[in-house]
């Protein structure tokens, strides 16, 4: 009892300086410091990451090529050739200028020998011209960068489900903690009149011993619902991080929100929930984004069968100054092209390649609509479990009232002389157990509520 009484006045000592702790600030509180909720805003900053990289086949680019030969005092050759290619992403198109200053006892015949420059282009007319890898892997980071979203939310989604859960069952804990603590001061007080009535003679014995066993039950009881509240503060605090990246233990004055655990979530009707989660849920979305990526590479194994044709032109001129006297006649005859021809005869890689990006798209959209019937039917489960959950508390609530009245009624028969301290336990205890169990059916309520936006993918 000793053990008891000095728990109880820690409690006071507790409650002297009590701050309440809503599910709605603990909640916001994950949300900004939790490492997870971090890491996923960190999966979006890698996917603009990726995105930049994608970017960079479409940057310019300086290449310069020089060589030199001299042997036995001959200047065989020199070549000095920058030459600056600039990607514009049009059709494959790219535009190449650069400047050559070539020289040599035995220059390459096919070099033009002193100070000369070009402008020209590169553009495939067949593989590549739709679609080539630079514009595939920048469509499709565009895409990632999207999903990356889709999973930060699914991310958020889920920390929030089992940060929701904690509370409750916290909040919960402290509830039955603070049940027993009651009817341990409604004990310990009947103790107290029970022996005042033995020592004036209007009680026996027995009934001494049977109201000390009482508090002694609930002494234990308060101790194993005190242990339970230390096993529910620990797993809440596993979601209590500080701006700086650091953890803490939930302060023993923070008690939940009592109010908001005998009151039911604001549900929306099942086919709302259903409807939201066909549009918002990060899961079913992702699935989207993966089939648009999967069409461009679709579209890319294309590229596959047709043939390779890439023309090369350029415009030349002596000197450093590749427009300068650009006219008709000049056009005529200051100017290198060339074409490059490449076709499999039987295209059989590039027919199995684009095949087998159909049958990706065909089996994501297989996945996408077991997902979405999945999702729906954990939708129907736990929003129907919630309604018999509440339709459920109700009834013991009622129950629960019935039992109080006749506890009531008992304990003052007991103090008029009317009744037998047996009865009065009795009654108290049976009082308990139901009160016990309408704090864990809505423990389980308010799991299966949160459950059911979970599965719908709207917590966030």
Known sequence: MKQALLMLGMVMVVQLHAQLFTPESFIQQVKQFHPIAKQAAI???????????????????????????????????????????????????????????????????????????????????????????????????????????QDQLKMLNDLLFNAYNAYWQWAGAYQIFGIYQKYYQISTDRLRLVRIAYNNGDRAVMDTVEAMTQVLNYEAQLTDARQKINTTSLELSNYLWLENDSAYQLPAQFFPDTIQFVMSVNEQNLKELISRSSIQNPSLKAYTFKLEALDVERKLKFQSMLPMVNVKANLLNAGYNVVKGIDGNFLQNNYKWGIDVKLPLFLREGRGDYNKSKLKIQETNLEFNAKKWETENKIRNYYNEANLLQAQIKSVQSAYNGYLTLFKAENLKFYNGESSLFLVNSRETKLIEVAEKLVSLRVKYFKAAYAAEWAAGLLK
Do not use: C, H, W
């Open 43 to 149: 999966q979006v900053e890698k996917a603009k990451a990726d995105l930049q990289s994608a970017r960079g086949g479409f940057d310019p680019s300086f290449n310069f090529d020089a060589s030199n030969k001299t042997f036995d005092g001959k200047n065989y050759y020199y070549y000095n050739n920058p030459e600056l290619k600039i990607p514009t992403g049009l059709g494959g198109l790219d535009i190449k200028t650069g400047l050559e200053s070539n020289g040599g006892k035995y220059l390459n015949p096919e070099v033009s020998s002193g100070q000369t420059s070009y402008l020209g282009i590169e553009m495939p007319l067949g593989k590549g011209l739709l679609m080539d890898k630079r514009r595939a892997t920048l469509q499709q980071a565009k895409i990632f960068q999207s999903q990356s979203r």
